[in-house]
Each structure stands twice: as C-alpha cells, then as structure tokens.
C-alpha cells in the first residue's frame, strides 16, 4: 500500500495556554502511525487534514497548497500547522548538504 507523503505538524500558535504544555515550535512527523506525545483531542481534529494533505487535497483558503491550519477544539488555544513532506526535495537538499562537505573550500553557486 501506498502511504503517501508523509505530513509535519507543528505549534504554530499558542493563543493563552495548553493544557497538555504544547508550546510553538513543538513538531511531529507523521506517516501511517500517530505521532507520540500529540494531543489525542488535537490529534483527532487533525486527522481528516492529515488525511487529505497525504492523498493530494488542498485546501482552498491557503495559499500554500502543501499546508493547512487547524486549532485544537480545546477552546481553539494552540494552532497546528500541517505541511505536507516533499520527500525528494528533502533528498535532494541532504545530497546537496553531502557535496558541499565533500567539497571544501569551494563557494556554492547562488
């Protein structure tokens, strides 16, 4: 079966508190399993996003067809931001972090 990319979820915004201390900056990657330490509430108000973002939906009000916002339903307080994983941009930045080791002394283009 065919997982699909997989998603990024990350604290965007904490309006007052959480109850759980998620705080900004707080990420998780997920793929076919739920990510350990996320809010289960936070969890299950995402899931269908989650869903949409690894079979190719977009969502309409984003301008970034990769990424979506929902805030938790526990009085919308923390707001996660969903960005689909472009997997062979990753690889090709991590083999193009490995040539520029590999290349000392050398001042990359751009």
């Known amino acids: 079966m065919d997982e699909g990319p997989k998603v990024q979820i990350r604290v965007a915004r904490v309006r007052r508190r959480c109850p759980l201390g998620h705080k900004v900056g707080d990420s ?8 350990e330490g996320i809010c289960m509430y936070a969890f299950l108000a995402i899931a269908p996003a989650w869903s949409a973002l690894r079979t190719g939906g977009r969502f309409g009000w984003e301008e970034d067809p990769d990424v979506v916002h929902f805030a938790c339903p526990d009085q919308g307080e923390v707001v996660f931001e969903l ?3 472009d997997e ?3 690889e090709q930045e991590a083999a193009a ?3 520029q080791e590999a ?8």
């Open 103 to 110: 290349a000392p002394g050398q001042v990359a283009d751009g």
């Open 83 to 85: 960005r689909r994983v």
């Open 88 to 90: 062979a941009a990753v």
């Open 97 to 99: 972090a490995v040539e």
């Open 28 to 35: 998780w990657e997920m793929g076919a399993t739920t990510p």
